[in-house]
């Protein structure tokens, strides 16, 4: 059974710093890609903030680039986001999220990367955690 679980949320001001982790189990950690996704009180959807499935393969939001860094540990098995110069837009619940690895011909593809790079959402197969809530203020 898959299961995610993040800490580290928070409220900080504006330019501050935040580190959410996530901690994952139930699946082979090399087969799946993990990502960090969040929610404004205003959207309906959530929106990709950065990917992972490799330390040479990762993406990121064009509102996050240069401010936010993904990793993970050696094992896998957490997952990691550093935010720094946080500004209010920042402000939402930030969600962990799993997904299989998809084989396309002779390519390995985290799905992840697309749906952060694009804004276009399919989570058929995306496993989520239940959120940690970020909140900068001005």
């Known amino acids: 059974q898959v299961r995610l679980v993040e800490s580290g949320g928070g409220s900080v001001q504006s330019g501050g710093s935040l580190r959410l982790s996530c901690d994952a189990s139930?699946?082979?950690?090399?087969?799946?890609?993990m990502g960090w996704f969040r929610q404004r009180q205003q959207q309906k959807e959530r929106e990709g903030v950065a990917?992972?499935?490799?330390?040479?393969?990762?993406s990121y939001a064009d509102s996050v680039e240069g401010r936010f860094t993904i990793s993970q540990n050696n094992a896998k098995n957490i997952a990691y986001l550093q935010m720094t110069n946080l500004k209010p837009e920042d402000t939402a619940m930030y969600y962990c999220?799993?997904?299989?690895?998809?084989?396309?011909?002779?390519?390995?593809?985290?799905?992840?990367?697309?749906?952060?790079?694009?804004?276009?959402?399919?989570?058929?197969?995306?496993?989520w955690g239940q959120g940690t809530q970020v909140t900068v203020s001005s």
């Open positions: 990917a992972i499935d490799s330390p040479t393969s990762t």
């Open positions: 999220a799993a997904a299989p690895l998809k084989s396309i011909g002779p390519a390995i593809l985290c799905p992840f990367h697309h749906m952060v790079i694009t804004g276009v959402n399919r989570h058929e197969s995306t496993y």
């Open positions: 139930g699946f082979t950690y090399d087969t799946f890609c």
